[in-house]
């Protein structure tokens, strides 16, 4: 079995001068990013090193929608939904999850600066 702390590793085999196959393992690869509401995983942002990530472009390291790389799609469509029913008062702030008041609060920021 594999040293469980290096199962997550970069594994490399190479041949040793002597001939016999060895296998070295490299740095731990970071953990998959995630939603910072639900925690479960963020699809379309790379599992890369900070090395690995300044070799992409801006583009490449995050979903290019509102919360991107914040915020998973689920959760970001409730954020929408709960910022509209506020705006149109069908919903009070008391009854929107106290978690995603910071969001919705973020959203009638850009609101109000694309009004100016
Ligand atoms: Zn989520």
């Not at 196959?21 to 690869?29: E, I, M, P």
């Not at 801006?58 to 509102?66: C, D």
């Amino acid at each position: 079995m594999v040293n469980p702390a290096k199962r997550h590793s970069k594994k490399v085999t190479r041949r040793s001068p002597s001939g016999k196959r060895v296998v070295l393992y490299g740095a731990k690869k970071p953990s998959a990013a995630s939603c910072a509401l639900c925690g479960g995983k963020l699809q379309a942002v790379p599992r890369r090193s900070a090395s690995g990530m300044r070799a992409l472009a801006k583009t490449e390291k995050r979903p290019q929608r509102i919360f991107g790389g914040v915020l998973c799609f689920g959760c970001t469509s409730k954020v929408l939904k709960e910022r509209a029913r506020l705006s149109s008062g069908s919903l009070t702030r008391a009854e929107v999850d106290f978690t995603h008041l910071p969001y919705i609060s973020m959203l009638r920021n850009q609101d109000a600066a694309k009004a100016k």
